[in-house]
């Protein structure tokens, strides 16, 4: 059974920070890139940031410079650091697999079920 699973979410005061993690079983972690994906309720989900090959591509300028992915490999988990929280980062966030990096939701082959962070000002 392919899976992802997440964990990490929670809530945090502004300017916080938190640590998301991805952890995939069921299929070969080291072929497939990781993104991280947003929902705020009444809102498009968003995808913001794809690791592949240890390298981060950011779609979404409002996180670039606080949030950073990171692999384990051995581990078969991705991590997602937030730091510098703001109460507009509130969202379901979502990690997925696929075979390449994309900013585009459609593109993903597997999700992980969705974790809540909240942020309180």
């Known amino acids: 059974e392919v899976q992802l699973v997440e964990s990490g979410g929670g809530l945090v005061q502004a300017g916080g920070s938190l640590r998301l993690s991805c952890r995939a079983s069921?299929?070969?972690?080291?072929?497939?890139?990781i993104a991280w994906f947003r929902q705020a309720p009444g809102k498009e989900r968003e995808g913001f940031l794809c690791i592949s090959n240890s390298i981060d591509t950011y779609y979404t300028d409002s996180v670039k410079g606080r949030f950073a992915a990171s692999s384990d490999n051995a581990a078969n988990t991705v991590y997602l650091q937030m730091n510098n929280l703001k109460p507009e980062d509130t969202a379901v966030y979502y990690c997925a697999a696929a075979a390449g990096c994309s900013r585009l939701a459609i593109d993903y082959d597997y999700w992980g079920q969705g974790t809540q962070v909240t942020v309180s000002s």
């Open positions: 069921g299929f070969t972690f080291d072929d497939y890139a």
